[in-house]
Nanobody
Framework: QVQLKESGGGLVQAGGSLRLSCAAS????????MGWFRQCPGKEREFVAH????????YYADSVKGRSAISRDNAKNTVYLEMNSLKPGDTAVYYC????????????????WGQGTQVTVSS
């Protein structure tokens, strides 16, 4: 059974930083893209970032570009999202996601999802 387990969420003041982690189990994702989505209160789930299978390329939503960094450690089957200069608008449940097969670097079609971790940014 494939599981994606997020951690690292919590309460942080505006301007602060957080590092989210997502550990996968049940299969390896060495050849598949992984990434993050979020669902802000009252809104639909939205893309945040994804990283190519080899970690060479990261893709970001405009809302987080320039203040976030996605990375991965294939040896640990783990993907990370570091977020800086956090704003109250970043308050959301953050979901880890993983593709089920190799695709070109810019493509990401998640098939596996985590349960989410809450990030709350206070003003």
């Amino acid at each position: 059974q494939v599981q994606l387990k997020e951690s690292g969420g919590g309460l942080v003041q505006a301007g602060g930083s957080l590092r989210l982690s997502c550990a996968a189990s049940g299969r390896t994702f060495r050849n598949e893209a992984m990434g993050w989505f979020r669902q802000c209160p009252g809104k639909e789930r939205e893309f945040v970032a994804h990283i190519s299978w080899d970690g060479a390329f990261g893709y970001y939503a405009d809302s987080v570009k320039g203040r976030s960094a996605i990375s991965r450690d294939n040896a640990k089957n783990t993907v990370y999202l570091e977020m800086n200069s956090l704003k109250p608008g970043d308050t959301a449940v953050y979901y880890c996601a993983a593709d089920d097969r190799y695709r070109t670097s810019s493509s990401f079609s998640p098939k596996y999802w985590g349960q989410g971790t809450q990030v709350t940014v206070s003003s």
